[in-house]
């Protein structure tokens, strides 16, 4: 078993197993487990929230009154006499701590910030890992000195779409908005062909277009998507 103090921003474990596992990373997100006595991951979210709930109150301090409050505002009527061992206190503490207003509210935060992760950061191995993020650069050509970012029919659009967080394996898709339409649909070969992270356009007529990317991985709940917005212009005068 075991049990955590958490004083201003240091925190304190007395299961040098859970830590070596934290530290390490070998965490079992799946089952929510991080040790071997079953100790679950939000024990450690629970723990920094009281962080947060002494940066909520003015600093150390007050956080040591507030947390000598709530003791002494513990539910003592919870502790069935009978069943009190002086050989084994740990049930009849546990109990009353967990009643203390701020240890609910540690708890319940803990909680909340275990269900976004799970939503955004734990891959299909029970790994938690960083949010899928996309960043996108674009090449336009040929590249004419006086309009040089501006694109008309003919001209080549190169997307290429860099993905980090997350983990392997990922799929990825392009999909388009073409002009006057509501929607997005596989690109026409007539636009373009994508590959990968890789999408060359080539527009046929003008008009507002959106191009999406997707990427995700099965298995999992990691998924990002990106939508660049263009507008494609006749091609102007004096440009061969």
Same mark, same amino acid.
């Given at each position: 078993s ?35 006595d ?17 940066n ?39 109990l009353l ?11 319940? #935060? ?6 976004? +992760?799970?939503?955004?950061? $734990?891959?299909?191995?029970? *790994?938690?890992?960083? =949010? !899928?993020?996309?960043t ?10 006086a ?27 392009w ?38 990317? #997707? ?6 709940? +990691?998924?990002?998507?990106k $939508?660049?917005?263009?507008? *494609?212009?006749?091609? =102007? !005068?004096?440009?061969?």
């Amino acid at each position: 078993s075991g049990n955590a103090t958490t004083d201003f921003n240091t925190t304190y474990f007395n299961n040098a197993f859970y830590v070596t596992n934290m530290s390490q990373g070998r965490i079992d997100f799946a089952n929510r487990i991080i040790s071997a006595d079953g100790k679950r991951v939000p024990w450690v979210l629970h723990e920094l929230y009281h962080y947060v709930q002494c940066n909520n109150v003015g600093g150390r301090a007050n956080y040591a009154k507030m947390w000598f409050n709530n003791f002494q505002g513990m539910n003592w009527g919870l502790v069935d006499p009978t069943k009190i061992s002086v050989n084994n206190l740990d049930p009849i503490f546990n109990l009353l701590h967990d009643s203390m207003p701020m240890e609910q509210d540690a708890q319940n #935060n803990g909680d909340a910030i275990w269900k976004q +992760l799970a939503t955004c950061c $734990i891959d299909k191995n029970s *790994v938690l890992v960083f =949010p !899928l993020k996309i960043t996108t650069s674009t090449t336009i050509t040929p590249r004419d000195i006086a309009v040089i970012q501006s694109i008309y029919p003919g001209k080549t659009v190169k997307i290429q779409a860099t993905v980090t967080g997350g983990s392997e394996p990922l799929g990825y898709s392009w999909s388009i908005q073409l002009p006057g339409s509501s929607g997005f649909a596989a690109i026409p070969g007539t636009e373009g062909s994508a590959s990968g992270t890789t999408f060359n356009w080539t527009p046929k007529r003008i008009g507002a277009y959106k191009i999406k990317f #997707n990427t995700w991985q099965v298995g999992s709940n +990691l998924k990002a998507e990106k $939508i660049l917005s263009f507008n *494609v212009i006749e091609k =102007p !005068l004096g440009v061969k």
